[in-house]
């Protein structure tokens, strides 16, 4: 399996415009995490999905910020307008229960600078 | 009660020393106690993870100490070296399907040669 696919792997905007991070989760898994990642915070998990359904999404910081889970195999975070104080590393995680295990598999992540 | 708070933030060991890092957390209800470890440009990977019904579980060098009673957890790693620096983050939650994963604030390691 490729693992989980996150791209684009870095992304440079401007304040104000939209972006658009992307993620594939491991094939046959049913539970998909978006995180966010800076010196500041840590880990902060941000929404999940469970079967496409978002399960939590308290820890999506403003309405600037949404996702979307349209099939098993696809997710979106989009934030829209963006802001310097958005600029972090972005994982996708996906974990799937049917071998018994409860692992995340994490993806290489999406690196966010916004100027 | 959704915390964990691990420490230290950052560690100096020397090749061959023992690394150790500790996280406590406050939510009775977890069960599954992972660690996952982080090399620079690369995501979390799951480590070494334990279940509260055990004080603690080895693979390798890597050693998890668990005491319920005082809701704390432990990574120990053995023989480090300089191959094992990089991130530590331990983590919590209840071990069902789709459950989110709390993580602490993470400790940079670096195993000096």
């Known amino acids: 399996d490729a693992g989980v696919i996150q791209s684009p792997r870095h992304e440079v905007t401007e304040m104000g415009q939209e972006v658009t991070l992307r993620c594939k989760p491991i094939?046959?898994?049913?539970?998909l995490f978006w995180y966010r990642q800076t010196m500041m915070r840590g880990l902060e998990l941000l929404i999940y999905?469970?079967?496409?359904?978002?399960?939590?999404d308290s820890g999506m910081p403003e309405d600037r910020f949404s996702a979307k889970m349209p099939n098993a195999s696809f997710s979106t975070l989009k934030i829209q307008p963006s802001e310097p104080r958005d600029s972090a590393v972005y994982f996708c995680a996906s974990s799937g229960a049917w071998d018994g295990a409860y692992e995340q598999y994490f993806g290489p992540g999406t690196r966010l600078t916004v100027t | 009660q959704q915390q964990v708070k691990q420490s230290p933030q950052s560690l100096i060991v020397q090749k061959g020393g023992i690394s150790i890092i500790n996280c406590a957390y406050e939510n009775t209800a977890f069960d599954y106690f992972p660690w996952y470890q982080q090399f620079p440009g690369k995501g979390p990977a799951l480590l070494i993870a334990i279940r509260p019904d055990v004080s603690e579980k080895k693979e390798g060098r890597f050693t998890i100490s668990f005491n319920k009673s005082a809701k704390q957890f432990s990574l120990h790693i053995m023989d480090s070296q300089p191959g094992d620096s990089a991130t530590y983050f331990c983590a919590a939650s209840k071990e069902q399907a789709g459950t989110a994963l709390i993580f602490g604030k993470g400790t940079t390691l670096s195993v000096s040669s």
């Open positions: 094939s046959g898994h049913n539970s």
């Open positions: 999905f469970n079967n496409n359904v978002p399960i939590d």
